[in-house]
């Protein structure tokens, strides 16, 4: 693909070296991949879509002061972002009941929560990602208890924001993940929002149908994934307009 020094490979994304020191290039496959990835599928288009998606909502959360390892969209599959330090816990807010959370606490699907709950899970792939405490993730020194505190405010923060954003197109935010990195400006140590936001990792619901917009599609078997991610980058405005081919379209005749 490219002579760039590959810094990590994971399930969805690629990271490479960035073009200036304390920068990465962050690529978006088409690579899903579910339940601890054994479930795989090439869904062609999504990481266009994922790249689209996540680079608008960082940019509308810097618009509202929420510092992000995000700076800018570089291409159709790659954006330019801050190197972080990653901090090892996925952060989960839910404000109706979806997935492992109808198991765990046999809440059916689609109840709304009294108030957001916030989950953390420890990002290990050979244990599964367990879920853990407050207590786990300081005690095991993951996070302290500042940064802890920090990545909560952020957290609701951007569920408030969200949820609004996409109430207004039409859909309901019924949990989502997040991650968060360190960086270190002039000595000083910051808490940023870093991964992505996208349907692969947000649960999004047509208000009036509720029909899932969001990677359940490709876990439960529903089919059209790929459409759906479109239907998402469509109502917030911003399906590319040449549509998903990378290249330039071969154009028949004459
Ligand atoms: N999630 C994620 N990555 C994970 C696990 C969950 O992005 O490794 C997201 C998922 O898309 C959903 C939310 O976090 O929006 C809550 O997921 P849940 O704990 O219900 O787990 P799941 O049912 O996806 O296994």
Known sequence: MSRRRRIYDGKAKTMFEGPEPGTLIQYFKDDATAFNAQKREILSGKGVLNNRISAYLMTKL?????????????????????????????????????????????????????????????????????MVSEEHITAFKWATPHELDEMVALTVRVNDFLTGLFLGIGIKLVDFKLEFGRIWIDDEMHIVLADEISPDNCRLWDLKTNEKLDKDRFRQDLGNVVESYSEVARRLGIMPEEGLNEGPTLVSGE
């Open 62 to 130: 810097a618009e509202i002061g929420v510092p992000t390892a995000f700076m800018r969209r570089l291409n159709m599959r790659e954006q330019l972002v801050r190197e972080v330090e990653i901090i090892p816990i996925e952060v989960v807010i839910r404000n109706i009941s979806a997935g492992s959370f109808t198991k765990r606490f046999a809440v059916p699907e689609g109840t709304p929560l009294e108030r957001s709950v916030i989950e953390y899970f420890y990002k290990k792939d050979e244990l599964g990602d367990p």
